[in-house]
């Protein structure tokens, strides 16, 4: 038995006036030079990729290299732009740092410069004699004891005395506006209540005139 080989029908492609292979959805440069330059897929002409590639190597079509090529030549062009991107802004994260060290450094001589005032104006007062042992704890001061806000405590506490008092103020106003609505509420209730007494009484009246009436009717 010999194997029947299935033909390969290629159909016109009147948007793109070219011919183009329906199962493979591969389109041809023209209907004179069948070399394939992309895929038809959704109306729209998708430039020649590996997958296409992939295709006419599976339907042994021949296509555009050169539109391989310069798909390459993209790809390695866009590589080189991110790597110049990023290098710029190393570069700058590297400047950025040498500047804030330097400024480090200037606050550094600023404070040099403030404590030697400070030991200058100490030898003026005592008349020119120089004090080791004020300097010792001016300079162990200034190194090893942080500041210390002694009055951070009490504004705490007066913050938090405020907020109770607050609270509690609220909860009065409301306890206060509740038993106003409840006295208020009782004294509608009274009112109802005497009423509809005083509607009773007018009732019973009218009912035993009605049954007067009806005695003497009958």
């Known amino acids: 038995m010999t194997s029947t080989t299935p033909k390969?029908?290629?159909?016109?492609?009147?948007?793109?006036?070219?011919?183009?292979?329906?199962?493979?959805?591969?389109?041809?440069?023209?209907?004179?030079?069948?070399?394939?330059?992309?895929?038809?897929?959704?109306?729209?002409?998708?430039?020649?990729?590996?997958?296409?590639?992939?295709?006419?190597?599976?339907w042994h079509f021949k296509f555009d290299e050169s539109l391989l090529e310069e798909e390459s030549e993209e790809e390695v062009e866009d590589s080189e732009e991110v790597e110049d991107s990023e290098e710029v802004e190393d570069s700058e994260e590297v400047e950025e740092v040498e500047e804030v060290e330097e400024v480090e450094e200037v606050e550094e001589v600023e404070e040099v410069e403030d404590s030697e005032e400070v030991?200058?104006?100490?030898?003026?007062?005592?008349?020119?004699?120089?004090?080791?042992?004020?300097?010792?704890?001016?300079?162990?001061?200034?190194e090893k004891c942080p500041y210390v806000d002694i009055n951070a405590p009490k504004f705490l506490d007066k913050l938090i005395l405020d907020f109770v008092e607050n609270i509690n103020l609220s909860i009065l106003n409301g306890k206060e506006k509740m038993m106003k609505d409840l006295q208020d509420m009782t004294l509608k209730y009274k009112v109802l209540g005497d009423?509809?007494?005083?509607?009773?009484?007018?009732?019973?009246?009218?009912?035993?005139?009605?049954?007067?009436?009806?005695?003497?009717?009958n």
């Not at 041809?28 to 992309?38: D, E, L, N, P, R």
């Not at 895929?39 to 729209?44: C, G, Q």
């Not at 019973?204 to 007067?212: D, Q």
Request: hydrophobic residues 30%; charged residues 35%; contains cysteine.
């Open 195 to 217: 009423q509809n007494l005083e509607l009773s009484e007018k009732y019973n009246v009218l009912h035993k005139k009605f049954e007067g009436l009806k005695k003497i009717l």
């Open 119 to 142: 030991e200058d104006s100490e030898e003026e007062e005592s008349g020119g004699e120089k004090s080791p042992d004020k300097v010792s704890v001016t300079n162990s001061t200034s």
């Open 8 to 58: 390969i029908m290629l159909k016109k492609l009147k948007e793109l006036n070219t011919l183009w292979h329906p199962e493979s959805t591969l389109v041809f440069k023209s209907s004179a030079k069948k070399i394939v330059i992309g895929r038809y897929e959704d109306k729209v002409l998708i430039p020649l990729d590996h997958y296409s590639v992939d295709l006419c190597k599976q």
